[in-house]
């Protein structure tokens, strides 16, 4: 049974899947404070939240249990990612949910803005009839200004064509063709900010968007321009739109997000030319609903073993494509786990070749198995699918993957290579129809190795009797003999043992082997 802890307020009918579920019972703690989140946070597998809660890394460090966050919405700001990734809990979030709502929310925040209807609304409340006051800007082929044309920017430009609004948008993904085929004007920021007559935001919080409309991007505006947040609160400078407002440059803005939420005292809704909204982008019955199924499928899907449609922290697989690679894991994991403990010096550099039938698939779930096997000698279980290729980042570690289709004589194969200062080292494996995962090289050379078991790597001078040697020694220790592969460089030159044995094989028998004149080291595996 999983323990699911649902802290922020979900509909009904969006966690009705989790109630049905079998495996999972469900607490809700939408009035604990933080600390009381963090008292008891360990007790839990996963976490649902919506903006409110703080995922923080303190938090995060003391889910001792914790496996999944599911973000009922789309922004995860409020989610420690790096901390996450780091402790190994996927994040999940509901991208397509609130994608409607919070299209109709920014129409609806342009139309009121350029038609001054809270403000004309207020002036009848206080008994006042005053048109003259309150005449508006038809949009009708105003420009638009668009940053950020995900799935709810791409929805906001659909709506403003019909209002028979010209749109400039600009994104990191958009491309002239893309624009061109959407009927919009492909720009950069700054085109966007010099030729726009109402500007709106639908990029994610990041830090190269925190307070992307500064006053430096104020100046470059048109004079008399209207500004429409309904995205992230910090991605504009609050104190800069309130200046560029006082100086005329900026004629109004629509706000549904804020830097600090809940506030309860902020200069901007003092002036008049700002309307604003608290928070409401995705709060629509429709939205709620459909946000809160999305994530709680998504963490029933987790928590019984399958693919999550929407991660965060990491590339979600169909089915299909999972079927086809997933043999591979164990074969990359174990190929890694072979190699690192072939070198005790700092990797600098993981290069991952793909050759045959693995150069035709997707590789980076392969990859992070690999990096994972590689990671656990000096990590353990502080490493796993999700953080592998985060911890090797934060160690200076570069990874490199390469394809070819070569089949180098198998129909697949993986080669790993790890690079230190001082020396570079590599393991190759493969799948064999009907005989699983092989190991096939070892550096450069040959061999023939299932990756399980107690292994034991000898390098040593090819000369007579060495065999025989490592034979009459393990028997000594009582150290059985299971399998045994052999392979040279040169007659006479360089050469390579790998035996498998019935058990762990201690760091003084290994001494031992290394005492022996013609071995130049022996290296323990255990798979």
């Known amino acids: 049974m999983f323990k699911v802890l649902i802290s922020d307020p979900l509909s009904k009918e969006g966690i ?15 009035d604990w404070s933080q600390e009381q989140l963090e008292d008891r946070i360990a007790e839990y597998d996963a976490l649902l939240v919506r903006s409110q809660t703080q995922v923080t890394r303190n938090l995060i460090m003391k889910a001792h249990k914790l496996k999944i966050i599911g973000r009922a919405g789309v922004g995860v700001d409020n989610i420690d ?6 402790y190994g809990i996927i994040v999940v979030n509901a991208p397509n949910g609130n994608t409607n709502s919070a299209a109709e929310h920014t129409m609806a925040m342009i139309m009121a803005l350029s038609r001054k209807i809270p403000q004309a609304y207020l002036s009848l409340k206080n008994k006042h009839w005053d048109r003259k006051k309150y005449v508006g800007t038809e949009l009708k082929n105003k420009t638009l200004g668009i940053i950020g044309l995900g799935r709810i920017g791409a929805e906001v430009a659909y709506r403003a064509k019909g209002q028979r ?18 009927d919009i004007r492909y720009g950069t920021v700054e085109d966007v900010l010099k030729d726009a007559d109402f500007i709106t935001i639908h990029t994610p919080l990041l830090k190269e968007t925190r307070h992307l409309l500064n006053a430096e991007a104020f100046k470059l505006v048109k004079p008399g321009v209207q500004i429409i947040n309904c995205a992230r609160g910090g991605i504009i400078d609050e104190d800069a739109l309130y200046q560029a407002i006082q100086s005329n440059q900026v004629a109004g803005a629509a706000l ?16 008049p030319e700002v309307i604003a909204t608290p928070h409401l982008g995705a709060s629509t019955f429709e939205a709620q609903e459909s946000v809160a199924i999305d994530v709680s499928e998504d963490v029933i899907r987790f928590l019984a073993g399958d693919v999550v449609r929407h991660p965060v922290n990491l590339p979600s697989l169909s089915k299909e494509i999972l079927s086809e690679i997933e043999p591979y894991f164990h074969l990359a994991e174990k190929i890694g786990t072979f190699l690192i403990h072939l070198t005790n010096e700092a990797v600098e550099e993981i290069n991952l070749y793909y050759s045959g039938d693995l150069s035709k698939t997707k590789i980076a779930p392969i990859t992070r198995n690999a990096v994972k096997g590689l990671l656990t000698r000096h990590l353990g279980e502080h490493v796993n699918d999700v953080n592998a290729l985060y911890l090797a980042e934060k160690r200076g570690i570069t990874i490199h993957e390469n ?11 993986l080669n790993v290579e790890i690079k230190t200062k001082l020396e570079k080292r590599s393991v190759s494996g493969t799948l064999l129809n009907g005989l699983g995962p092989r190991i096939v090289k070892v550096d450069h050379y040959s061999v023939d190795v299932t990756p399980k078991g107690h292994l034991l790597v000898i390098h040593h001078k090819d000369q007579p009797g060495v065999i025989g040697k490592m034979g009459s020694l393990l028997a000594t220790h009582q150290i059985n003999i299971a399998t045994m592969q052999v392979d040279r460089a040169d007659i006479g030159g360089d050469a390579i043992m790998v035996m498998t044995v019935d058990r762990h094989i201690e760091k003084h028998e290994l001494s031992a082997i290394e005492e022996v004149d013609e071995i130049h080291d022996a290296t323990a595996i255990d798979l």
């Open 16 to 30: 009705y899947p989790l109630n049905q579920a079998n495996h999972i019972s469900i607490e809700m703690a939408i």
């Open 165 to 182: 609004m010209t749109i400039i948008a600009y994104d990191p993904f958009l491309t002239e063709d893309k624009a061109e085929k959407m």
């Open 403 to 413: 394809k070819t289709s070569s089949t180098k004589g198998f129909t697949n194969l």
């Open 256 to 271: 549904d997000v804020f830097e600090e939420e809940p506030f309860y005292n902020n200069k901007l809704l003092e002036l």
């Open 81 to 86: 990612l790096d901390a996450a990734t780091e």
